[in-house]
C-alpha cells in the first residue's frame, strides 16, 4: 500500500482493479475543509488519462507490475518484437501498448518491459536516447541572435525541436520523457 501523501510523478499504483502511473499530482488544502490530493492518472494497459481525488493520506494498493529487461528487434506488420535476453524468449508489444515510446526505439536498444499479471503490457524506455537527424534546414549564419529552434526529424522517424547549429547527420542526445531536445553528442 501507498499514501496518497507519498504520490510522486512515475509512481505506479492499482487503482478499480487496472494499473495506472501518477502523470501529476496536486496536494490542496481548503480552509476549513481536509486535504486532499487531486490526481491525474494514466491506465497503462488503456493508455487512457484520468482525474481522481483522494482523500490526503488515503492508501491505494502499489502495482504489482514486473520488469523484464528486453532488446528490442524489428516492427512488423504494427507489432514490435522484443527478446528476454536471459531466455531468448521474443514477445509482441502492438503499437498501442508502445504509445509514444515506438518514437524513441532504435534496433537494438535494451529497454524494459513492464509485466501486470504475466502479460507484457508497456514499454520504459531509458531517460535519454541518443538519435541521428535524417532530415532538418539548414542553419542560416546570424540566426542565432533570437535563441530560436527549428524541426528534425530522427532516424526513428519522431520529430524534435533542436537549435540552428544542429545539421543533418548529428548525433542529439533526446530526452524520451518529454520529447525534446537536450545537447548534440560528439
Do not use: C, W
Not at 529497454?111 to 514499454?123: C, E, G, S
Amino acid at each position: 500500500m501507498i499514501s496518497t501523501n507519498d504520490f510522486r510523478r512515475g509512481t505506479k499504483i492499482e487503482y478499480k482493479g487496472e494499473p495506472y502511473i501518477v502523470v501529476d499530482f496536486q496536494h490542496v488544502k481548503i480552509g476549513r475543509g481536509g486535504a486532499f490530493v487531486r490526481a491525474k492518472l494514466k491506465g497503462l494497459k488503456s493508455g487512457k488519462i484520468i482525474e481522481e481525488t483522494f482523500g490526503a493520506g488515503d492508501k491505494v494498493p502499489k502495482a504489482d507490475l514486473e520488469e523484464k529487461e528486453m532488446q528490442y528487434l524489428y516492427n512488423q506488420d504494427n507489432l514490435y518484437y522484443f527478446m528476454d535476453n536471459e531466455t531468448y524468449e521474443q514477445i509482441p508489444l502492438t503499437e498501442e501498448q508502445l504509445g509514444d515510446a515506438k518514437l524513441y526505439l532504435k534496433e537494438n536498444m535494451n529497454v524494459y518491459i513492464l509485466y501486470y499479471k504475466q502479460d507484457p503490457i508497456a514499454v520504459e524506455l531509458p531517460n535519454f536516447v541518443e538519435l541521428q537527424v535524417v532530415e532538418t534546414e539548414p542553419g542560416v549564419r546570424g540566426d542565432t541572435a533570437s535563441g530560436g529552434s527549428k524541426p528534425a526529424k530522427l532516424e526513428t522517424g519522431a520529430t524534435v525541436k533542436v537549435p540552428f547549429h544542429i545539421n543533418e547527420g548529428d548525433v542529439i542526445k533526446v530526452d524520451t520523457r518529454t520529447g525534446e531536445y537536450i545537447e548534440r553528442v560528439k
